[in-house]
């Protein structure tokens, strides 16, 4: 009998580690979930949950979770989620009503967080939507070719094409982000 009973025991022994091994593995899978559905960062709920505007498209890679324009309307403050192995996001405010180029600026994502300032005209008109562009390792500076305009008439030298990702999308916005690691952006329109 004192055999049966240690046997016993050695099976509620591995019981235990197997249920320890299950939850440990279930809670940061239940967590991220919970994160991409609809928490931005800080635990909040995303700005289309608080009325504060609309998400005009969502990304597997990321989202936007706050938008703050300062006082002046000079400078625009972007936060948001990033999922893992994103290592930078490039945010367009825009397009600008005067010449249709964007406002841009890159962040660097830290523990699936980023935030950027994103440098606008002063008192940014209403209507401008924030398009967020999650890279999965693959560095903005490096070169990412832009995707040529289409031009109606054939210029003697055709203009040179940014290898900086932020100045390419400066001028030709969703045209610079075709190259596979930056997949599909996060849009979102403010209201106001």
Same mark, same amino acid.
């Given at each position: 009998?004192?055999?049966?009973?240690?046997?016993?025991?050695?099976? %509620? /022994?591995? $019981? &235990?580690?197997?249920?320890?091994?299950?939850?440990?593995? +279930? #809670?940061?899978?239940? !967590?991220?979930?919970? *994160?991409?559905?609809?928490?931005?960062?800080?635990?909040?709920?995303?700005?289309?949950?608080?009325?504060?505007?609309?998400?005009?498209?969502?990304?597997?890679?990321? %989202? /936007?979770? $706050? &938008?703050?324009?300062?006082?002046?309307?000079?400078?625009? +403050? #972007?936060?948001?989620? !990033?999922?893992?192995? *994103?290592?930078?996001?490039?945010?367009?405010?825009?397009?600008?009503?005067?010449?249709?180029?964007?406002?841009?600026?890159?962040?660097?994502?830290?523990?699936?967080?980023?935030?950027?300032? &994103?440098?606008?005209?002063?008192?940014?008109?209403?209507?401008?939507?924030?398009?967020?562009?999650?890279?999965?390792?693959?560095?903005?500076?490096?070169?990412?070719?832009?995707?040529?305009?289409?031009?109606?008439?054939?210029?003697?030298?055709?203009?040179?094409?940014?290898?900086?990702?932020?100045?390419?999308?400066?001028?030709?916005?969703?045209?610079?982000?075709?190259?596979?690691?930056?997949?599909?952006?996060?849009?979102?329109?403010?209201?106001?």
């Amino acid at each position: 009998m004192t055999s049966a009973v240690h046997a016993d025991k050695g099976l %509620s /022994v591995a $019981k &235990v580690g197997l249920i320890g091994t299950i939850i440990a593995a +279930t #809670v940061p899978a239940v !967590a991220s979930i919970v *994160v991409a559905v609809g928490f931005g960062d800080d635990g909040a709920k995303s700005p289309s949950m608080e009325g504060g505007g609309t998400v005009v498209q969502t990304s597997p890679f990321g %989202s /936007v979770g $706050k &938008v703050t324009p300062n006082a002046s309307g000079s400078e625009v +403050t #972007v936060t948001g989620w !990033a999922a893992t192995g *994103v290592d930078d996001v490039v945010v367009l405010i825009g397009p600008r009503t005067s010449d249709e180029k964007y406002w841009v600026a890159n962040a660097s994502v830290s523990e699936q967080r980023w935030d950027v300032v &994103v440098k606008t005209d002063p008192q940014l008109a209403p209507g401008y939507s924030v398009t967020a562009y999650f890279n999965r390792g693959v560095n903005p500076s490096a070169g990412l070719r832009a995707k040529p305009l289409n031009v109606t008439t054939t210029p003697s030298t055709p203009a040179p094409t940014p290898t900086d990702i932020t100045q390419c999308a400066v001028l030709h916005g969703a045209s610079c982000f075709t190259d596979p690691a930056w997949g599909p952006p996060a849009i979102y329109k403010p209201n106001g």
